[in-house]
């Protein structure tokens, strides 16, 4: 169970803290809900307690951890799928898993598409929620702004090119 206060990760909405918690009566049952505040995008969400494991709630990762899956993208391979859409699918299901290291992923073989070969509108969409999900969890954890963790975030992906 998560406290008031506490910061959490939602997995498809990235960092957040819980601002309340509260009960409300539904189809007669009284349901205790995670009042989930995202500053980043301003989102508000009501989670119940009880499924927020099904939903994929976690704790930010630590520190070393956060450094650690931003220096393993320097030496990650680009996805080579060619289809946008079996693409789109794979990047998908790597982003619902709610594992920072595979959303990370799909932002860097994102970016390294995009400044190579270019983006479907599709997944220039998926690149900008992608980057939100990590970003929110880099400004919490580094106590950046979001464009101080975006920089942080282009050099550890682009640092071989020379960005």
Not at 26 to 50: A, D, T
Not at 142 to 147: A, P, S, V
Request: proline share 2%; hydrophobic share 40%; aromatic share 4%.
């Amino acid at each position: 169970m998560y406290s008031v206060g506490e910061s959490i990760v939602h997995p498809l909405h990235g960092a957040g803290v819980i601002a309340g918690i509260t009960e409300e009566r539904l189809r007669g049952v009284n349901v205790r809900y995670y009042v989930f505040s995202v500053p980043l995008s301003g989102l508000k969400l009501m989670i119940p307690i009880e499924s927020s494991g099904a939903v994929g709630l976690r704790r930010p990762v630590s520190h070393r951890q956060l450094h650690e899956i931003l220096s393993a993208l320097r030496d990650g391979e680009d996805d080579t799928a060619e289809n946008w859409n079996h693409r789109y699918r794979e990047n998908m299901e790597r982003m619902k898993s709610g594992e920072l290291r595979q959303v990370a992923g799909v932002i860097r073989d994102l970016m390294r598409r995009d400044a190579g070969r270019g983006l479907s509108t599709v997944e220039r969409k998926m690149l900008r929620s992608a980057k939100q999900i990590l970003l929110s969890e880099v400004m919490l954890i580094e106590n950046l702004t979001y464009d101080g963790a975006e920089r942080l975030l282009h050099r550890s992906i682009l640092a071989e090119q020379g960005d």
